[in-house]
Structures are given as C-alpha cells and as structure tokens.
C-alpha cells in the first residue's frame, strides 16, 4: 500500500511540477491555455466514460463543456497537446488505448512522460497526428519535443526546461541533423587523433631502427 501511495505522490508531484512550468511559460501569452486533470468525453463512448489527461494545452477562448466542476470536455473538443505522467499500474492503458481513442479527438500531439524512468523506456515519448494517425516524433526519444503550441520542451528525468520554438518540423530536421553532425566531427576528432597517434608512433619505431641499424 505504501508504494502504491508513493507511486501516487510522484505522479502528482510531476504533474503539479509540469503543468506549473507550462502555465509559466504562457503566462504572458494571448494564445494558450493550460489545464491540469482534465476529462475528456469521446463520443464513441458516451456517456459512460470519461478519460483523465494530466496536462492540456487548449487555445485560449475554448470553454469546458457542461460544468466547471467536473472539468469535462466534449467530444468536440480538439485539445493542442496532451501530456500524460505514467505510472506502472497504467502504462498499457496510457500507452497502447488512449493514442487510438485520441485520434477522435484532433489531438495533435500525444506525449508520455516518466520521470522515475521505471515504466517507460525511453522516458519521454510522443506521437504527432499525421495522415490521419498518430505517429511517433523521433526527437522525443531524445528527450526533446518542438510542439506545435510554438515551444520547445527539453525532459531530462525530473527537470523540464522550456523555450520558443519555430515550426515543428523544421525545427525537428535542424535537431536530427545538427546531432548527426556533431557526431560525425566527434568521429572526425577521434579518427584523427588516432592517425596523430599512429603517425608518432610509427616515427618512434623507425628512429629506433636508425639507431640499431645506421
């Protein structure tokens, strides 16, 4: 019971942590708006169930439907990003059934977050609608996400840190290709230092072979 209950309390220490860095970043802003624990109502299912998302970024304007109080969207509500903590007891359900259920929604982006690293390998996972579903964004796995709500989120275990971002995938390619070619100068780097060492190496040896045999 106390690991269920401390299980429980990081999640919701991640969520109050995550939702106040966004809220932050768009305290300024005109165009966003973030909600915590908000439900969400797909047609397929009415009226019977509902589902929790951690985190929403909606644009600024859209109203709840039916009350405040039960913080419940209607199925015509088409949320920005969705962001879920997962804990162990429901990562099938947040990983396998919401992206399908999402996809009736016009959710645009989808992302998993688990800052223990315990249920979710890699940690930080997001999927982008694309041609009609929802497909897994490369740079996430990184721990990085260029969303389309104009801001780049970089999750390194328990931190979040945000910034501005341009166009999602502009910024992605600029990501993916600014790695590979920092990898390949990192290459570059090591293969000469090896050939430097050879070089000197091989000098060594031949003065010592003068000096056997002059």
């Not at 929403?56 to 109080?69: H, N, Y």
């Not at 359900?93 to 979710?120: M, N, W």
């Not at 003065?207 to 056997?212: M, V």
Request: proline share 6%; charged share 25%; with cysteine.
């Amino acid at each position: 019971m106390s690991a269920k209950v401390n299980n429980a309390e990081q999640h919701d220490r991640a969520v109050d942590s995550l939702t106040a860095t966004l809220r932050a970043f768009f305290a300024a802003s005109q165009t966003w708006n973030v909600l915590s624990h908000a439900r969400w109502q797909p047609l397929s299912d009415f009226p019977s169930e509902c589902y929790t998302f951690d985190a929403i970024i909606v644009p600024a304007g859209v109203k709840l439907e039916w009350d405040a109080a039960r913080n419940c969207f209607g199925p015509d509500m088409q949320p920005i990003t969705v962001i879920d903590v997962v804990r162990k007891d429901d990562i099938e359900a947040e990983f396998y059934d919401k992206p399908d259920l999402l996809i009736q929604s016009g959710v645009y982006e989808y992302c998993l977050r688990d800052p223990t690293a315990e249920a979710l390998r890699p940690p930080f996972q997001a999927w982008r609608l694309r041609e009609s579903a929802l497909r897994p964004i490369a740079t996430c796995s990184r721990g990085v996400l260029f969303s389309g709500a104009g801001f780049r989120m970089d999750v390194r275990g328990w931190e979040i840190e945000l910034s501005p971002c341009g166009e999602p995938r502009v910024e992605e390619e600029l990501f993916t290709c600014q790695r590979l070619l920092d990898e390949a100068r990192g290459r570059g780097q090591r293969e000469q230092g090896a050939i430097d060492g050879l070089t000197a190496k091989v000098e060594s040896l031949r003065a010592q072979l003068t000096r056997i045999n002059p």
